[in-house]
T-cell receptor
């Protein structure tokens, strides 16, 4: 079942700009995770935010969580060409993660 | 670093063939997962295993089976491959089953069934 839905589906930005993508979900969660997938490769875990947290940072990544709106956002600051990838949010219900369809980010040089 | 490897990056098979996809992890993780990834649908869980010889169905188990004889190895089997099983298959492992547990993914196997 696809719980999280990312928005927008695709995003194109200039190197150095910020990229923001959102994730909405339907049911209550304990935590929400963000993953990155480079073209044709497996997923890499980026960050996890718990339901009692509102914001979390990791390097150039900033994640927010609004449980009242059932939504999360991922901000990548000062983007680089290497940030070109697809980004997925993953929500867990009881024992599995449910992934959205992803946001494809292209960073232009 | 956790390493999850998959036996093939690309695989081409014919309709009706029996197909084996192998996944190996080197971090002594308890749990292993098989997903398929299709454009616009995200990742969908096929099966997972929380211990040797234990397995649980995911969201789309039809047409697939799995085997976990050793802790480090989790195999996905397509009993009789069909064209609608053409997809990217991703294996993952994690230490625990809690939502908080990070999953580590292999590079994926792109399977084409002709």
């Amino acid at each position: 079942s696809q719980q999280g839905e990312e928005d927008p589906q695709a995003l194109s930005i200039q190197e150095g700009e910020n990229a923001t993508m959102n994730c909405s979900y339907k049911t209550s969660i304990n935590n929400l995770q963000w993953y990155r997938q480079n073209s044709g490769r497996g997923l890499v875990h980026l960050i996890l935010i718990r339901s009692n947290e509102r914001e979390k940072h990791s390097g150039r990544l900033r994640v927010t969580l609004d449980t009242s709106k059932k939504s999360s956002s991922l901000l990548i600051t000062a983007s680089r060409a290497a940030d070109t990838a697809s980004y997925f949010c993953a929500t867990g219900d009881d024992y599995k993660l449910s992934f959205g369809a992803g946001t494809t980010v292209t960073v232009r040089a | 670093d956790v390493k999850v490897t998959q036996s093939s990056r690309y695989l081409v098979k014919r309709t009706g063939e029996k197909v084996f996809l192998e996944c190996v992890q080197d971090m002594d993780h308890e749990n292993m997962f098989w997903y398929r990834q299709d454009p616009g649908l995200g990742l969908r869980l096929i099966y997972f295993s929380y211990d040797v010889k234990m397995k649980e169905k995911g969201d789309i188990p039809e047409g697939y089976s799995v085997s976990r004889e050793k802790k480090e190895r989790f195999s996905l089997i397509l009993e009789s491959a069909s064209t609608n099983q053409t997809s990217m298959y991703l294996c993952a492992s994690s230490q625990g089953l809690a939502v908080t547990d990070t999953q580590y993914f292999g590079p994926g196997t792109r399977l084409t069934v002709l």
